[in-house]
């Protein structure tokens, strides 16, 4: 019963909070805002510039071993009496970690500017 009390809760307060945000705000229109860069200078370039294929290689890498922190803490130690199982993958999966980033390292995958 309470399951179905909060859950009735939480649609209902999201509902109103989306008619809220759509009825609340006013919508006008500025030439200003209508800019790419709403600065209200008038865009030099085309706002539409490519980003460079190393961005994407660092944006990755950091996705990677932000996961790393994430996966390093599962809740294998409260599943088990020991934390042996936890120490060993940890300590596999850091090694494979650091050994692909050396390897990204040597290649020069991380120099920003060639």
């Known amino acids: 019963m309470n399951l179905i009390i909060f859950i009735s809760l939480a649609t209902v307060l999201s ?3 989306l008619l809220v945000g759509h009825f609340l705000p006013s919508r006008t229109l ?3 805002k209508n800019t790419p860069y709403e600065c209200g200078f008038d865009p030099i370039n085309s706002a539409r510039l490519p980003f460079s294929f190393r961005f994407f290689l660092i944006a990755i890498l950091f ?3 932000d996961l790393e ?3 390093l803490f599962p809740a294998i130690p409260a599943l ?3 934390i042996e199982p936890l120490v060993y993958f940890s300590t596999i999966f850091i090694i494979i ?3 692909g980033l050396a ?3 040597q290649q020069g995958g991380l120099e920003w500017a060639e």
């Open 15 to 17: 509902l109103i909070l």
């Open 30 to 32: 500025e030439l200003e």
């Open 63 to 65: 996705l990677i071993f």
């Open 69 to 71: 922190i994430a996966l």
């Open 80 to 82: 088990s009496n020991t």
């Open 97 to 99: 970690l650091a050994a």
């Open 103 to 105: 390897y990204e390292w």
